[in-house]
């Protein structure tokens, strides 16, 4: 979908410490971009790993600015890991 209009997205993140963020820069084919940042803490009580604990916060933190850079909105408890809603977008 994003392709079909003259989209893509690429990501960035630092690590500062025991927060990660991310940013994510969405580009059109004439040349405008917007980039979006989330940061998130990678200190947490998890039995992971610290490497296990920076990889979920990356993949956590590249979900949420793609969303934020994108505009969009979730709802129910599939944006969060549970059941995806039964709902589809259409035209």
């Known amino acids: 979908m994003l392709t079909k209009h003259g989209l893509s997205y690429s990501w960035d993140s630092d690590l500062e410490g025991n927060k990660l963020v991310c940013t994510c820069t969405l580009r059109h084919v004439a040349g405008h971009s917007q980039?979006?940042?989330?940061?998130?803490?990678t200190d947490t009580a998890?039995?992971?790993?610290?490497q296990q604990k920076?990889?979920?916060?990356?993949?956590?933190a590249r979900r949420q600015?793609?969303?934020q850079a994108l505009g969009l909105t979730t709802t129910d408890a599939?944006?969060?890991?549970?059941p995806a809603p039964d709902a589809k977008v259409t035209d």
């Open 78 to 82: 599939g944006a969060y890991g549970g």
């Open 65 to 67: 600015s793609l969303i």
């Open 35 to 41: 980039s979006a940042k989330f940061s998130v803490s």
């Open 46 to 50: 998890s039995a992971m790993s610290d």
């Open 54 to 60: 920076v990889a979920a916060a990356l993949t956590y």
